[in-house]
């Protein structure tokens, strides 16, 4: 079931509204074409097996203390100083100018960790982007009606003390040059709530985010419905050692369909009938199915979400890149 789930979350994600992007109903009819193929199936049972694996123990960023201003101008400095910029060709065969930096290596696991953890609460956001060629002419690919792909954000969290994303380019240049502002900034309100395994039909809100409930966890599994889709909502799961499990999945589908979904021995008459009588309402705005899967047993559950964004300093870095080729 999970695989199915997963490929439909896919279909799901790239129209959906928390993004903050206008579903409009050519978007809504190409997400109900794949409806037949995604229904069928869908209550299979998973046969995922569990390794238990973990990778260490969670930070919560609610105990997170705030970044000092000390630290502020270290970190965008030293992004500032390493960072790196080169043109390549992604897999689709489009020409991307790829932008990385790192505050520091690590040699151990533990170091890694602890460093992820402390900027939890903290990300850089990308603006004023000026990409030109060696005449001053503008190379940046900005299309407003194509969906910004994961790896071309401009809202970059930490991993390991690095960021990156790629900037769409009109073609290969040998001779590049421009700047990006890049600004830290900082979440300073966590609401969350903390559950163990043996919670069941809680009811609760976060913030201004009321009736969340978390139905049900089954070994691995953690099933929650939401109003509606709610931007930004995360969850943790550890072992009763409170560590963060290696593997883990999280995604939502709205509660109707999934409902119908659950229901065996659908016949292709009820399936068509179903989808045509589908509303745009209950597939953006109605409730959602969240389930979060693990590659372990869930002894500790936390769900948050982050508000309050405040800019702690920005830097400007140029682009320089001169006799470069693919």
């Known amino acids: 079931m999970m695989k199915k789930l997963l490929v439909l979350l896919i279909l799901f994600t790239s129209i959906n509204i928390s993004y903050g992007q206008e579903v409009d109903s050519v978007d809504f009819e190409n997400f109900k074409k794949f409806l037949p193929y995604m229904l069928k199936g869908m209550n299979e049972e998973s046969s995922k097996e569990l390794d238990e694996k973990t990778s260490w123990k969670f930070e919560k960023p609610w105990k997170v203390k705030a970044l000092e201003k000390e630290h502020v101008n270290e970190i ?5 100083d390493n960072k790196e910029f080169e043109i390549e060709k992604d897999y689709q065969g489009e020409w991307k100018l790829k932008f990385f930096s790192k505050l520091q290596d690590f040699e151990t696991a533990e170091e890694i960790y602890k460093s992820n953890g402390l900027l939890s ?13 060696e005449k001053g002419n503008s190379i940046y690919v900005t299309d407003q009606n194509k969906s910004v792909r994961s790896n071309e954000s401009k809202e970059l969290d930490f991993n390991s003390s690095q960021i990156s994303t790629t900037f769409p380019i009109n073609g290969d240049y040998k001779n590049v040059k421009g700047n990006i502002k890049i600004t830290l900034k900082e979440f ?3 609401q969350y709530m903390e559950f163990d395994k ?3 039909n809680v009811i609760f809100n976060l913030g201004e985010h009321k009736g969340i409930e978390l139905l049900k966890v089954e070994k691995n599994k953690a099933y929650f419905v939401l109003p509606t889709v709610i931007k930004g909502l995360q969850i943790e799961t550890t072992n009763e050692d409170d560590e963060n499990f290696s593997s883990t999945s999280t995604f939502q589908l709205p509660k109707k369909i999934y409902d119908f979904a659950m229901i065996k021995d659908k016949t292709e008459e009820e399936i068509s009938s179903f989808i045509e009588e589908l509303s745009m309402d209950d597939v953006y705005r109605k409730s959602q199915i969240w389930i979060h899967e693990t590659n372990g047993t869930i002894e500790n559950l936390y769900i948050f979400k982050k508000s309050k964004i405040i800019e702690l300093g920005t830097r400007t870095l140029d682009i320089t890149i001169k006799n470069s080729s693919y």
Do not use: E, M
């Open 76 to 80: 965008l400095d030293t992004l500032s």
């Open 121 to 133: 609460n903290v990300y850089i956001q990308i603006s004023d982007i000026k990409i030109l060629d």
């Open 198 to 200: 043996n919670a069941r």
């Open 188 to 190: 300073l309100d966590i």
